[in-house]
């Protein structure tokens, strides 16, 4: 754990002054950070009647894959508005610097799928929760959502669990 922490760079003042942007590029370059980030993730939700994988763009792309592939369960993009080439649906809400919307296709899930939503970092929680309204609104169930990093200042963690759903995060920093 303590490889992972000591992995993930602090960027001041980005995206915007009084942000402490907290940057895992610098932890998917370091081979084994990033085993052991996936390791953690894979062996906690291992055994959790897990129908499918998704992640959250861009990171949850990264970490989503890998944890696809090791627990062989497929896996499904949140994207930005306009960037799926099929029939979706959508989800708009506030970030804790702006506006977004997210999409999912229409046929990624069903009554029948478990999943569990993947991001870098939980912050708000603004796009973890439209994420779940989305997944929710195809009719299938969350089973969880991990994050490598939370922000617990910002109160997003806590926004998930109060709706009955398990969140599992590596680290934690304090401030923004």
């Given at each position: 754990m303590?490889?992972?922490?000591?992995s993930?760079?602090?960027?001041?003042?980005?995206?915007?002054?009084?942000?402490?942007?907290?940057?895992?590029t610098?932890?998917?370059?370091?081979?084994?950070?990033?085993?052991e980030?996936?390791?953690?993730?894979?062996?906690?939700?291992?055994?959790?009647?897990?129908?499918?994988?998704i992640?959250?763009?861009?990171?949850?792309?990264i970490?989503?894959?890998?944890?696809?592939?090791?627990?062989n369960l497929?896996?499904?993009?949140?994207?930005?508005?306009g960037k799926?080439?099929?029939?979706?649906?959508?989800?708009?809400?506030?970030?804790?610097?702006?506006?977004?919307?997210?999409?999912?296709?229409?046929?990624?899930?069903?009554?029948?799928?478990?999943v569990?939503?993947?991001?870098?970092?939980?912050?708000?929680g603004?796009?973890?929760?439209?994420?779940?309204?989305?997944?929710?609104?195809?009719?299938?169930?969350?089973?969880?959502?991990?994050?490598?990093?939370?922000?617990?200042?910002?109160?997003?963690?806590?926004?998930?669990?109060?709706?009955?759903?398990?969140?599992?995060?590596?680290?934690?920093?304090?401030?923004?």
């Open positions: 303590n490889k992972i922490l000591k993930i760079r602090t960027i001041p003042d980005f995206p915007k002054k009084g942000i402490m942007f907290r940057d895992v610098t932890l998917f370059s370091n081979p084994p950070a990033f085993q980030t996936i390791n953690e993730i894979c062996n906690y939700w291992r055994n959790k009647s897990l129908t499918k994988i992640g959250i763009e861009a990171r949850g792309f970490l989503g894959s890998c944890v696809s592939l090791e627990l497929p896996f499904i993009p949140i994207r930005k508005k799926l080439p099929y029939t979706t649906i959508e989800e708009s809400y506030e970030l804790e610097y702006g506006k977004a919307t997210i999409e999912i296709h229409s046929d990624a899930l069903n009554s029948n799928d478990n569990l939503i993947i991001d870098d970092l939980i912050a708000t603004g796009t973890a929760l439209a994420s779940i309204s989305l997944v929710k609104r195809l009719e299938a169930s969350v089973s969880g959502c991990s994050f490598i990093i939370d922000l617990p200042i910002l109160d997003g963690k806590k926004k998930i669990v109060d709706l009955g759903i398990e969140v599992q995060t590596l680290c934690e920093f304090s401030g923004h």
